[in-house]
C-alpha cells in the first residue's frame, strides 16, 4: 500500500500539469483572434464611402422623410427591429453588421430603404454594399423579406436612436 502512494501522486501531478497547459493554449488562442478582428475592423472602416447621393438599387425612386418624427411608426419599426434584425444589428453600436445610429448621416434614406427590401442584389452591386460588406468580414445581410410598410417603419425608427 506504501508503494502505491507515490505513484498516485506522481501519476495526479502529471495529470495536473497536461491539464494546466491546456488553459494557456485557449487564452492564447482567444488574444490573438481577439487582435486580429480589432485590427481589421479598424482598417477596413476607414474604406467605406460616405455617399449622400447613392440611392442604392431596387423598388425605392425617391425618399424623403416629413419634418418631424412619426413616432407611431417609429413604435412599430422598433418592434420590427427587435424581431428581425437584433440578430445581426445593435442601435448604437457596431456587432455583427452595422449600427443603425446615425445612418442617415452616412446614407441617403432611399438607399437604406433599398437595403432593407432588396439587399441581396445591393451586395452584388452597390460600391457602398460591397464595401459594408468586406468591412463585416464578409457576412452577408440575410434577406427578412420585408414589406415595403416595415421597411418604412424601420427607417422612422433608425431617426430615433439616440
Not at 448604437?92 to 437604406?112: D, H, L, S
Request: glycine share 6%; charged share 25%.
Amino acid at each position: 500500500m506504501k508503494n502505491i502512494l507515490p505513484a498516485v501522486l506522481t501519476l495526479f501531478s502529471f495529470m495536473m500539469i497536461s491539464c494546466g497547459g491546456g488553459e494557456k493554449k485557449e487564452k492564447f488562442t482567444y488574444q490573438t483572434q481577439k487582435q486580429k478582428n480589432t485590427s481589421n475592423s479598424n482598417d477596413n472602416a476607414k474604406t467605406i464611402p460616405v455617399d449622400m447621393d447613392n440611392q442604392g438599387i431596387g423598388p425605392i425612386k425617391d425618399f424623403t422623410f416629413e419634418d418631424s418624427v412619426n413616432q407611431e411608426l417609429a413604435s412599430i419599426g422598433e418592434g420590427v427591429f427587435k424581431a428581425k434584425c437584433t440578430a445581426c444589428h445593435k442601435p448604437a453600436q457596431k456587432f455583427i453588421g452595422p449600427p443603425m445610429k446615425g445612418i442617415y448621416e452616412r446614407r441617403n434614406p432611399t438607399w437604406v430603404m433599398n437595403i432593407l427590401l432588396n439587399p441581396d442584389e445591393m451586395l452584388q452591386k452597390d460600391p457602398v454594399a460591397k464595401a459594408l460588406l468586406e468591412e463585416y468580414n464578409g457576412v452577408l445581410m440575410i434577406n427578412q423579406n420585408l414589406t415595403e410598410d416595415e421597411a418604412r417603419a424601420l427607417a422612422e425608427y433608425f431617426r430615433t436612436i439616440k
